[in-house]
Each structure stands twice: as structure tokens, then as C-alpha cells.
């Protein structure tokens, strides 16, 4: 198993729920074009601590009258025994919303919809919505309904 610090897994998850805390006020304010370019402000600022602390970030992009941006982040609480990883961030999505989160690890799966799980693909046809997920290499994916996988570049 990885080891994200030398910290327990109650304590990287507290951690995860400080960089939230510390910097929403400001992750808040900020509304981008397109859900795309929002994609990208969130992995700036959520990817490096998903990385390090191990844990998922993850929000709902909603639409604003400025553009689009998060009222919220929920952080992974569930940590998978094989891998140290806190996952399972479910969001509170409206059919035909958005939906962003990282990943602490690259997915090496090689599966059809890698780095999205058969999960997330699922969620996203069930509400039609549109997913993005982001890698530790801060890359950004995007899945929609009947689209398939592709980089957000």
C-alpha cells in the first residue's frame, strides 16, 4: 500500500477537511466561462492535496450568473484497505449538472473508461450528467453521457 504521509487515515482526512476550510472563501468567489475551464481552477487547487493526503475532493460545478464555479467540496471518508485511499465523494448532482473530483493515484487499469470507475461512468449516464475527474499528473477528464472518455486540454 502507498503511504500519501506518515499519518493515519483519520488524520489525513482532517487535514483534506482544513484545505477545504482555508480555502473555500476564495474558491467561492471564482466563476469561469464554461464548466471545462472551472474543471481547471479546481484541479489547481484540490489535485496537489488529493495527492499528497491520499483522499478524493469533490464537488458539484453549478451555473451562476457569473459563469460557473462550487458552493462546496466534500472530501473522501471511506478509506479502501488495498490502497490507503479516502474515497466515495457522491455530490449532490441535478440531472443534467456537473460534477468534478480528483483522484490521489494515476489509474493504470487500462479499463474503457480509465481514469473514470464503472461507478462514476454509471452515476454520470443515471443523472446526465457530465463528470470530470483529475489525475495526480493534473490532468483533467471529462465524461458525458454517450460520449465517452476525453482530456480536457
Do not use: W
Not at 462550487?70 to 449538472?97: K, L, M, P, Q
Amino acid at each position: 500500500m502507498r503511504k500519501f504521509t506518515n499519518a493515519s487515515a483519520q488524520s489525513r482526512y482532517n487535514a483534506a477537511v482544513g484545505v477545504v476550510k482555508k480555502v473555500m472563501p476564495t474558491v467561492r468567489s471564482i466563476s469561469r466561462r464554461t464548466p471545462d475551464e472551472f474543471a481547471k481552477v479546481f484541479t489547481r487547487v484540490f489535485q496537489p492535496a488529493s495527492t499528497r493526503l491520499g483522499v478524493e475532493f469533490g464537488a458539484d460545478i453549478i451555473q451562476r450568473l457569473a459563469g460557473f464555479g462550487i458552493d462546496a467540496v466534500e472530501v473522501g471518508h471511506r478509506f479502501r484497505s488495498y490502497d490507503g485511499v479516502g474515497g466515495e465523494v457522491s455530490g449532490s448532482i441535478t440531472n443534467g449538472g456537473y460534477n468534478v473530483h480528483t483522484h490521489p493515484l494515476e489509474d493504470i487499469s487500462g479499463s474503457l473508461h480509465a481514469p473514470f470507475s464503472e461507478g462514476h461512468v454509471r452515476f454520470n449516464k443515471i443523472h446526465n450528467s457530465t463528470g470530470y475527474v483529475s489525475s495526480p499528473s493534473m490532468r483533467i477528464f471529462k465524461n458525458a453521457p454517450g460520449s465517452g472518455v476525453e482530456e480536457v486540454l
